[in-house]
């Protein structure tokens, strides 16, 4: 299992951003050299983790839940052949380009150590923005995202900081004792959202937004 790069993008102005600075990094290109990743504070406070990239909607991007964004090789593979087209690493907008490593079956707070040092752990899956299909430009994206096999991708809290560089091995280190997996959680945060109740068996470890999505629904069908 292996990193295969580290993938920044600087702030720029497009019109397929709801946010209301009008910017997005989500243009992520590869980068050379060792990259540092450290926690980047408070959801809606804290920006990215990964040094060098911009995140410019708070609302829904950065923070100590959402420190970077890894997405597997394989998987761009996947949608290559489905696209017609190329893909470099980085191009949906992932901080970690990886190979290797099932990143859709990794459980809510399983940890992975990339390197020597950094340790990551696992809060959630990429749900669908608007930005990300403009950038994209493919018809019907968010959907299409959504619905798909490939998987939404792992979102990565920091819990020991430290320099990553591409090439790092990556090796997991611990697996909770539950069943709910990125992708099991993406579905049911988007397409089967009766599976929700059941995946507060990770609360401990999940991502602040789905968590809260998670036990509002629980809670209004409790009562129901």
């Excluded at 970077?68 to 190329?86: I, P, Q, T």
């Excluded at 950094?118 to 899956?125: A, H, K």
């Excluded at 019907?140 to 991708?153: D, H, I, L, M, N």
């Amino acid at each position: 299992m292996t990193l295969l790069s580290v993938n920044v993008g600087r702030a720029e102005p497009v019109e397929y951003t709801d946010a209301a600075s009008g910017m997005t990094g989500i243009d992520k290109r590869p980068v050379e050299g060792p990259v540092r990743i450290e926690a980047p504070g408070a959801p809606g406070v804290g920006g990215g983790g990964v040094a060098g990239d911009a995140v410019c909607d708070l609302r829904f991007h950065g923070g100590d839940d959402r420190a970077a964004y890894a997405f597997a090789r394989e998987d761009l593979d996947l949608w290559e052949r489905e696209l017609g087209r190329e893909l470099a690493n980085g191009s949906f907008g992932e901080n970690l380009t990886t190979r290797g490593l099932d990143v859709n079956g990794a459980l809510i707070g399983e940890r992975w150590r990339i390197g020597d040092e950094v340790v990551l752990e696992v809060t959630g899956g990429r749900i669908p923005c608007r930005t990300f299909a403009g950038f994209l430009g493919e018809k019907g994206w968010v959907k299409r995202f959504t619905q798909s096999e490939a998987g939404p991708g792992a979102l990565l809290r920091v819990i020991v900081p430290g320099e990553v560089r591409a090439g790092d091995p990556i090796t997991v280190l611990h697996r909770p004792d539950h069943d709910v997996t990125v992708a099991l959680l993406h579905r049911a945060a988007t397409t089967e959202r009766a599976l929700l109740p059941s995946t507060l068996a990770a609360a401990e470890w999940m991502e602040s937004g789905l968590l809260a999505l998670a036990r509002q629904y629980t809670e209004k069908y409790a009562r129901a």
